[in-house]
T-cell receptor, first 114, second 115 residues
């Protein structure tokens, strides 16, 4: 079945450090890939997405590239800010399962120190 | 416009009681999903509604769980004879259409605690 594996946290970085959160997936079809973010005390919200191989999703300085050959969708940001402290979830959605339900990784908690 | 809303925000119940959780999706969104977020299991899909079609219940963990969606809008998730392992945050999401390309917008969740 479909699944998502992402690096376990927590991850603690200093402000302006480079961020990478690894995410790999297993899927029977051709999934869309997503990164969702949950800020403290807030609901889950979409950060970025990519719907086909080699697509790059980007938002708020974050980027992730859909790599079919390595079944990966790693999240990167060149210079993190304290306000980026949150839990990040990698997810996939595939027509092979329910019509678009998301399958999530376990989440990675990021803390950015000033 | 208004986002997805859920009620109650918190629910504390005793083991064995029934609970109902409500979700109001974004107006015009035909697809509605329920997920559960717990410490042990992470985020899990529960059930999916699309328009007037029969729901996909493939994620429901047991027959104590059921859900309805009335008039293609509001949805209610019912858990009968609650157990302590049902304690979790229940999230509702809606999207303009089903499928893997449409963004899902999440509500704030209902935190359920079963004593």
């Amino acid at each position: 079945g479909n699944s998502v594996t992402q690096m376990e946290g927590p991850v603690t970085l200093s402000e302006e450090a480079f961020l990478t959160i690894n995410c790999t997936y297993t899927a029977t079809g051709y999934p869309s890939l997503f990164w969702y973010v949950q800020y403290p005390g807030e609901g889950l919200q979409l950060l970025l997405k990519a719907t086909k191989a080699d697509d790059k999703g980007s938002n708020k300085g974050f980027e992730a590239t859909y790599r079919k050959e390595t079944t990966s969708f790693h999240l990167e940001k060149g210079s993190v800010q304290v306000s980026d402290s949150a839990v990040y979830f990698c997810a996939l959605s595939d027509y092979g399962g329910s019509q678009g339900n998301l399958i999530f990784g376990k989440g990675t908690k990021l803390s950015v120190k000033p | 416009g208004a986002g997805v809303s859920q009620s109650p925000s918190n629910k504390v119940t005793e083991k064995g009681k029934d609970v109902e959780l409500r979700c109001d999706p974004i107006s015009g969104h035909t697809a509605l999903y329920w997920y559960r977020q717990s410490l042990g299991q992470g985020l899990e899909f529960l059930i999916y509604f699309q328009g007037n079609s029969a729901p996909d219940k493939s994620g429901l963990p047991s027959d104590r769980f059921s859900a309805e969606r009335t008039g293609g809008s509001v949805s209610t998730l019912t858990i009968q004879r609650t157990q302590q392992e049902d304690s979790a945050v229940y999230l509702c999401a809606s999207s303009i259409g089903g499928g893997p390309y449409n963004e899902q917008f999440f509500g704030p969740g209902t935190r359920l605690t079963v004593l």
